[in-house]
């Protein structure tokens, strides 16, 4: 198998191409390429490439969910239900906070952390910051994520690590993103991190693997 063969997947996978991703994954595999190895070299080498366009700010959130999906299905694919978990970073809790019905942006973040090899749990869209906080404790998780597209969740997201603080689980982190959430500091939504996109999410929790926060 040739560095070539991957980077068809890693092409295809940039187009979004959802069916013409898992074809050239069945092709490596048949060639003799494990699934841990198609996982790394072809999925994370395509969302790499992805992040260095988003860091350039050549990109957009169609393009992002675009790709997700087919890496989602190349997943799916490579793991079928009933397999063994291939997640080895940690669980990340995730939800849109009450108020707010939109998920875009939710799901967007569920995809890429996803194929980065986190553990993602769906609270889903308009949920309860007792049910966002109640899932982490359950689940461990190292970090709650939330997104807003409006601005009236923003004093739903100020109160998370308050009522964190309360429970003793101030060891969990809460990031934050989303049109509405973006805009503002860390601080004044009371929360440990904000990123502009979905990746940047991923850096951050790269960092508090590593031990770096």
Known sequence: MSNLDMHLLI??????????????????RDAGAGDEQITTNGIEAAM???????????????????????????????????????YTKGTVVVGTLEGDIHDLGKNIVKMVLTTKSFRVVDCGMDCSIEKLI?????????VIGVSGLITTVIPRVRQIRDVMAERRLGHIK??????ALKQASAESLNVDF?????????????????GEK
């Open 11 to 28: 092409g295809v996978l940039l187009d979004g191409d959802q069916t013409q991703a898992v074809a050239e994954a069945r092709k490596l």
């Open 48 to 86: 790499t490439q992805l992040d260095a366009k988003c860091t350039l700010e050549e990109f957009n959130l169609l393009e992002i969910m675009l790709v997700g999906r087919a890496a989602m299905q190349v997943l799916k694919f490579l793991y079928p239900p009933g397999t063994p978990p291939i």
């Open 134 to 142: 109640d899932t982490a404790e359950q689940e461990a998780a190292l």
């Open 174 to 179: 809460v990031m934050a993103g989303g049109a």
């Open 194 to 210: 904000v990123g502009d996109t979905a990746l940047d999410g991923v850096h951050y929790l790269d960092q508090i693997v590593r």
